[in-house]
C-alpha cells in the first residue's frame, strides 16, 4: 500500500536551534513530495515541494527540505526556529492516476512547539 | 489574489441530520478538492473535480455524501444524513490543473455531530 510516515508525533525545540521534521514515504515510481502547514483554525499553506533536479529544496520561511530517495524520506528542516514556526507539520506524496491527474495522500502530521 | 472561500466556518448538528458545505475556489482554477481531516490524522480525499466533472470519488461514503460543482466553479458537499463519526473538519482545496502544481487550501468547516 502506498503510504507516507511522520514518525513523530511532536518535535520540540528551543528558539534559534535547528530543526528536522521527518517523513518516509513507501511508494511506487516518482513520485512529487510535498510539506504544508497548518495553523490553528486556519487551512493548509504550502511551503515547498520536489518534483526532479536538486534534492535540497528551499521554501518558504526559510525552511528546506531533502529529497533522499535511497532512504524513500523527505525531512522537513530549518537551521534556526522561531516561535511563529510552532505549527502541525504535514508530508504529502503527488501520486499520478488514470486520466492524467494526480492526487495527494498525506501523513498524519506533526506537531512542532518551539520555546523561547 | 484572494483565497479559497468556504462556509459555514463552524456547524453542530444531531445525529441523523443533514448538513451542507460551501467552497469557492481561486478563480481560474480548473481543480477542486474536497478532503476530510479528523482530528489527529491528516486530511483524506473524498472527491476530486476537473471542471465540472468528476475525476476520482473513490473514497466518498456515497451512501450518505455527495457533492457537485455546477458550472465548474462553486461546490457543495452535503452529508445526509449525518453519522457521530463524520465529526471532522472538511477543507476544500484548488489548483490549476498541472501535475506538479501545489494545492491552495481554505480554512476549512469545522462539523461536530452529537
Known amino acids: 500500500a502506498q503510504s507516507v510516515a511522520q514518525p513523530e508525533d511532536q518535535v520540540n525545540v528551543a528558539e534559534g536551534n535547528p530543526l528536522t521534521v521527518k517523513c518516509t514515504y513507501s511508494v511506487s515510481g516518482n513520485p512529487y513530495l510535498f510539506w504544508y502547514v497548518q495553523y490553528p483554525n486556519r487551512g493548509l499553506q504550502f511551503l515547498l515541494k520536489?518534483?526532479?533536479?536538486?534534492?535540497l529544496v528551499k521554501g518558504s520561511y526559510g525552511f528546506e527540505a531533502e529529497f533522499n530517495k535511497s532512504q524513500t524520506s523527505f525531512h522537513l528542516k530549518k537551521p534556526s526556529a522561531l516561535v511563529s514556526d510552532s505549527a502541525l507539520y504535514f508530508c504529502?506524496?503527488?501520486?499520478?492516476?488514470?486520466?492524467?491527474?494526480?492526487?495527494?495522500?498525506f501523513g498524519a502530521g506533526t506537531r512542532l512547539a518551539v520555546h523561547p | 489574489e484572494a483565497g479559497v472561500a468556504q462556509s459555514p466556518r463552524y456547524k453542530i448538528i444531531e445525529k441523523r441530520q443533514s448538513v451542507a458545505f460551501w467552497c469557492n475556489p481561486i478563480?481560474?482554477?480548473?481543480?477542486l478538492y474536497w478532503y476530510q481531516q479528523i482530528l489527529g490524522q491528516g486530511p483524506k480525499l473524498l472527491i476530486q473535480f476537473q471542471n465540472n466533472g468528476v475525476v476520482d470519488d473513490s473514497q466518498l461514503p456515497k451512501d450518505r455524501f455527495s457533492a457537485e460543482r455546477l458550472k465548474g466553479v462553486d461546490s457543495t458537499l452535503k452529508i445526509q444524513p449525518a453519522k457521530l463519526e463524520d465529526s471532522a473538519v472538511y477543507l476544500c482545496?484548488?489548483?490549476?490543473?498541472?501535475?506538479?502544481?501545489?494545492?491552495?487550501f481554505g480554512p476549512g468547516t469545522r462539523l461536530t455531530v452529537l
Open positions: 520536489y518534483i526532479t533536479g536538486d534534492n
Open positions: 478563480s481560474g482554477h480548473a481543480t
Open positions: 504529502a506524496v503527488s501520486l499520478p492516476f488514470s486520466g492524467g491527474y494526480n492526487k495527494l495522500i
Open positions: 482545496a484548488s489548483s490549476p490543473r498541472t501535475p506538479q502544481g501545489e494545492q491552495f
